[in-house]
């Protein structure tokens, strides 16, 4: 039972990280009906400004908490940034073309970002200095890093607020309006522009802030490729929760992340990537639309 309680709660911690990530997919999904492949390109953008940002303050091997916020915020503002510039250069001139010119677009930039953070960052793997102190607490039967303890709680603490501001904020309610209906929002006076604008770099953000904490799952390892399988896996998750719906994203995360980690713990470590896209296939043949996803009839 012990071992059952551990393997979920490495799990969920592992979880949490792909809801963030599906979170963006979803979030871009739900405005433009895109699937932004460069997404989790960004995620690795966002590790690599926490990598400057820590050796700058120089992080470890007593960190604070100061450094710690910093480091966090500059991930997520660095992401956000590069989020809003790829919605206004590369995709808001191409919003009137054809979705599979979007597609291909997306496909583009995320490749520019590989294999240019390749050239910019170069290809070696790097090390995220600590920001956080990484030690063990043990919690009856759970034994767990201070870091998985993290991972959890900032993911928490991010999902919530973005809950509370699409639900509860005027401009919240402005992108509900605006993935329900781009005409209809704008018709009623809401510069939909901006609010897709926002979308991006939100999701953006939250990529950023799942840059950090994937380093803090990998022992602070990053590099230029790092977002190729936490991105595909968040994807999966997206489709499986439901794209296009928030709460569909982190519901398929978590259960991504539990399947991974407990095929990894009983399972031979190569079925540990099969799991994920043999659940992909299952759901586009059970349900399409996802767990908590919803079929719209479309006029043809």
């Known amino acids: 039972m012990s071992t059952f309680i551990q393997q979920l709660a490495n799990g969920v911690s592992l979880g949490s990280i792909y809801a963030l990530i599906a979170l963006g997919y979803t979030m871009v999904?739900?405005?433009?009906?895109?699937?932004?492949f460069a997404h989790s390109d960004v995620m690795m953008v966002g590790a690599y400004v926490a990598f400057f940002v820590a050796t700058g303050l120089n992080a470890g091997p007593d960190p604070s908490i100061a450094s710690?916020?910093?480091?966090?915020?500059?991930a997520m503002a660095g992401a956000a940034a590069l989020g809003i510039a790829i919605e206004r250069l590369v995709y808001r001139p191409l919003r009137s073309a054809s979705r599979l010119s979007l597609l291909i677009a997306a496909m583009g930039m995320s490749l520019l970002l590989e294999y240019g953070g390749q050239v910019?960052?170069?290809?070696?793997?790097?090390r995220v200095p600590d920001v956080i102190t990484d030690e063990r607490i043990v919690l009856g039967d759970l034994n767990l890093t201070v870091h998985k303890l993290i991972i959890l709680g900032v993911s928490v603490v991010l999902m919530l607020g973005l809950h509370f501001f699409v639900n509860k904020t005027r401009t919240g309610t402005a992108m509900r309006?605006?993935?329900?209906?781009?005409?209809?929002a704008k018709l009623m006076g809401v510069n939909t522009d901006f609010i897709i604008?926002?979308?991006?770099?939100?999701?953006?953000?939250?990529?950023?802030?799942?840059?950090?904490?994937?380093?803090?799952?990998?022992?602070?390892?990053?590099?230029?490729l790092m977002g190729v399988y936490p991105g595909l896996k968040a994807f999966v998750a997206a489709v499986l929760g439901g794209i296009g719906s928030i709460y569909g994203a982190m519901l398929g995360g978590l259960?991504?992340?539990?399947?991974?980690?407990?095929?990894a713990a009983y399972?031979?470590?190569?079925?540990?990537?099969?799991?994920?896209?043999?659940?992909?296939?299952?759901?586009?043949?059970?349900?399409?639309?996802?767990?908590?996803?919803k079929f719209k009839p479309e006029k043809v």
């Open 177 to 184: 309006a605006v993935s329900q209906n781009v005409d209809a």
């Open 197 to 224: 604008g926002l979308t991006f770099a939100i999701g953006s953000a939250l990529a950023g802030a799942a840059g950090l904490l994937v380093a803090f799952h990998q022992q602070g390892d990053i590099d230029p």
């Open 29 to 36: 999904f739900g405005v433009l009906k895109l699937i932004n």
């Open 120 to 126: 910019v960052f170069g290809p070696q793997h790097r």
């Open 255 to 263: 259960l991504i992340g539990v399947a991974e980690t407990f095929v």
């Open 68 to 74: 710690a916020l910093i480091t966090f915020l500059a």
């Open 267 to 293: 399972l031979p470590s190569s079925f540990r990537d099969t799991i994920t896209f043999s659940i992909l296939i299952l759901v586009l043949l059970v349900r399409p639309a996802g767990l908590l996803g």
